[in-house]
Nanobody, 124 residues
Framework: QVQLVESGGGLEQAGGSLRLSCIASGRSVSNRAMGWFRQAPGKEREFVAAISRSGGSTDYADSVKGRFTISRDNAKNTMYLQMNSLKPEDTAVYYC?????????????????WGQGTQVIVSS
């Protein structure tokens, strides 16, 4: 089993930055693709970014491309999401996720492990 815990959320003004962290415990995630998803009030959970097992390949939702950066430190069993130029529409609960097997994916149903989420609020 893998346990994931997110941190780093909070209240930020539009144009500001936040850095989310996702720390894994239990089994290592160094051989697992991982991703970030978010869910705004009244909306479905949506893909934000994903990263390959090595960290050498990343994907982003169009809405965050150029503003967010996903990265990982396998030695620390940790994944990050650097969020710059924040917009009010980025307000959501952000979740990290890990796959048991297979490459990174846009689809939440393909992820096996989930954190509890961290709230991000961006004020205008």
């Amino acid at each position: 089993q893998v346990q994931l815990v997110e941190s780093g959320g909070g209240l930020e003004q539009a144009g500001g930055s936040l850095r989310l962290s996702c720390i894994a415990s239990g089994r290592s995630v160094s051989n697992r693709a991982m991703g970030w998803f978010r869910q705004a009030p009244g909306k479905e959970r949506e893909f934000v970014a994903a990263i390959s097992r090595s960290g050498g390949s990343t994907d982003y939702a169009d809405s965050v491309k150029g503003r967010f950066t996903i990265s990982r430190d396998n030695a620390k069993n940790t994944m990050y999401l650097q969020m710059n130029s924040l917009k009010p529409e980025d307000t959501a609960v952000y979740y990290c996720a890990a796959k048991e097997v297979g490459p990174k994916s846009y689809f939440s149903r393909e992820y096996d492990y989930w954190g509890q989420g961290t709230q991000v609020i961006v004020s205008s």
